[in-house]
């Protein structure tokens, strides 16, 4: 396999080098998680922030060099972070309501296209959108976050996919291509399926959400009542107590509201329920030489997996799939929930900082599992 080294601001080749079996491979939908190749030059021309792109496998990587460190005077272990890294910039938000794809591609064109900063514009970046998901952002007044958390936001609600791929010309790397799609796509995989080995099921110590009372500050001159929130097993909200698709063991939220908070109620409630519904881990390791179920051709990073375990179903999504020294097998992660302390310290800073920020999308037309069964 070659790694491609290439300019960050022109895409410009730089140089390459080849991998031979010592590599891994961490794609992350939840935390940016490093990659490392091990390549064999001591000596390359390329920097801290350049790209790479792994050519000649699986499917291409495509990262940004985060560290170079060279082993002996024959070989360098190149550290990269997901490509999604390039997206880290803060920038103002606020409330908006319509078609998200169009929200995140007017934001993307924005920061990178048209970019008042010139040095930030990036002509080989292309944005493809080729979805329609409507749908609601709500921000505190004066928010400032980043560009990489609010696309989390949308694609954490199954609405959208977001993935970058290279563009080619008669065999060179001409350009980016950000693609935003919408999932519409799953599978249903069950635990005793042959391929699936090394098993391991973490819930939360939390129960899931599936209440959520909001109480009116006692401020408040219009809106002066409680207002109630209940999940459906279908994934549904509604208001009515007495619904018969409610859950039977109620675990119960609550909060206060001001009048200029309730228009926007009804998304903080879907957003805090539907992550709830995420917060587990479920880690396995499945051959990649079955004919049946392989990542990255039967599902992909964000796809929805209802995962069959005895007798418990698990409504979730693909969060994590990793590579290690081949192609042979990977490692998946379904759900939220992460069990290594550096990476919960990494979801604590995140929901400190996007404590008061609320997503809500419809998720109609895109609910049915047409992937498979497993």
């Known amino acids: 396999m070659q790694l491609i080294f290439l300019d960050r601001n022109t895409l410009a080749y730089k140089d390459h080098g080849f991998v031979d079996k010592t590599f891994e491979i961490n794609l992350d939908l939840v935390i940016i998680q490093k990659s490392s190749f091990v390549v064999n030059k001591s000596k390359l021309n390329t920097t801290i922030g350049d790209i790479l792109v792994l050519k000649d496998s699986l499917f291409s990587y495509i990262g940004l060099i985060e560290r170079l460190e060279v082993a002996d005077k024959n070989q360098t272990t190149v550290h990269a972070l997901d490509i999604r890294e390039l997206f880290s910039i803060d920038i103002p938000v606020t409330i908006y309501s319509g078609d998200l794809a169009i929200y995140l591609e007017n934001l993307l064109n924005l920061h990178f296209k048209n970019s008042p900063d010139s040095f930030q514009n990036l002509g080989y970046l292309s944005i493809i959108t080729n979805a329609s998901v409507m749908g609601e952002l709500s921000f ?117 509201f001001s009048d200029a908070d309730y228009p926007s109620l009804l998304t903080k409630a879907r957003s805090e329920m539907i992550s709830s519904k995420l917060d587990h881990n479920i880690t396995f390791t499945i051959k990649t030489d079955n004919d049946v179920v392989k990542p990255m051709i039967n599902f992909q990073l964000g796809d929805f997996v209802e995962f069959y375990h005895d007798t418990k179903v698990y409504d979730s999504v693909v969060t994590g799939i990793k590579y290690k020294d081949g192609f042979h097998q990977a490692t998946v992660t379904l759900g939220e929930y992460r069990i290594k302390l550096t990476e919960k310290i990494q979801l604590l800073n995140k929901s400190v900082n996007l404590a008061v920020s609320n997503v809500s999308i419809s998720t109609s037309g895109i609910t049915d599992l047409d992937g498979g069964e497993f």
Not at 140 to 165: A, H
Not at 169 to 198: C, H, P, W
């Open 140 to 256: 505190e007044s004066d928010k400032i976050m980043s560009l990489s958390s609010v696309m989390e936001l949308i694609t954490k609600t199954y609405g959208l996919s977001l993935f970058s791929e290279v563009a080619y010309l008669r065999g060179r790397i001409t350009g980016l291509n950000f693609m935003i799609s919408e999932v519409n796509r799953g599978i249903k995989l069950k635990s005793n399926y042959s391929a699936i080995q090394d098993l391991v099921i973490n819930d939360s110590s939390s129960q899931m959400i599936n209440k959520i009372d909001y109480y009116p500050k006692i401020e408040n001159i219009t809106y002066t009542n409680k207002v109630s929130y209940y999940l459906l097993k279908n994934g549904e909200l509604t208001q009515n107590v007495n619904d018969e698709l409610r859950y039977k063991s109620v675990r119960p939220k609550s909060a206060n």
